[in-house]
């Protein structure tokens, strides 16, 4: 199988999932985590054309895999737009992790850090307002077209 190129930045991104497409575009380059993409809100049961995609309400943004999904004939680039300018430069990530019970206790973890693409450092507990900030994960995508189509967030985890 021949090897995929290296998508451009703005790149837009075209899932196949169950009962039609969602979308993502890649923002952002980081040497360490890769492809930064943003997803766009929605299951849509028509193509929807890239000028029109940059439009759709962003979920979220995270890390993606993405070069071994556009081997696969479910993923595709289907063309180019342009960048919000909040992704001008690498945006603040949160990460941190809770147990189980802690989970279940319905906490808020306590031992978060702040990455901001070359930097990481503790902060503690964190506001409802940085709940809402990028968590740092990478997704493949599978996880990634899971994500949008439960309506995640990054302030659903932790």
């Known amino acids: ?17 169950p009962g039609g497409f969602v979308y993502g575009q890649y923002v952002l380059w980081n040497d360490n985590k ?12 028509n193509p929807v054309p890239p000028e029109k995609v940059v439009c759709l309400p962003e979920q979220f943004v995270t890390f993606l895999s993405i070069l071994g999904a556009l081997k696969e004939a479910h993923v595709r680039v289907i063309g ?8 001008a430069t690498m945006p603040l ?4 992790f809770l147990t189980k019970e802690q989970r279940e206790a319905g906490r808020v973890h ?6 901001d693409g070359t930097n990481d450092w503790r902060v503690g507990k964190i506001t409802e307002e940085q709940r809402k900030m990028p968590i ?12 949008i189509l439960d309506g995640w967030r990054h302030e659903h985890r932790y």
């Open 1 to 17: 199988m021949k090897k995929p190129r290296k998508p451009l930045v703005g790149a837009i991104f075209e899932f196949d999932a």
């Open 34 to 45: 890769g492809f930064l993409v943003r997803a766009f809100q929605g299951l849509h049961s």
């Open 80 to 87: 180019q737009g342009p960048i919000p300018s909040c992704y």
């Open 93 to 96: 990530f949160r990460r941190g």
């Open 110 to 115: 306590e031992n978060v850090f702040f990455w």
């Open 136 to 147: 740092l994960i990478t997704m493949f995508d599978d996880s990634f077209v899971e994500s």
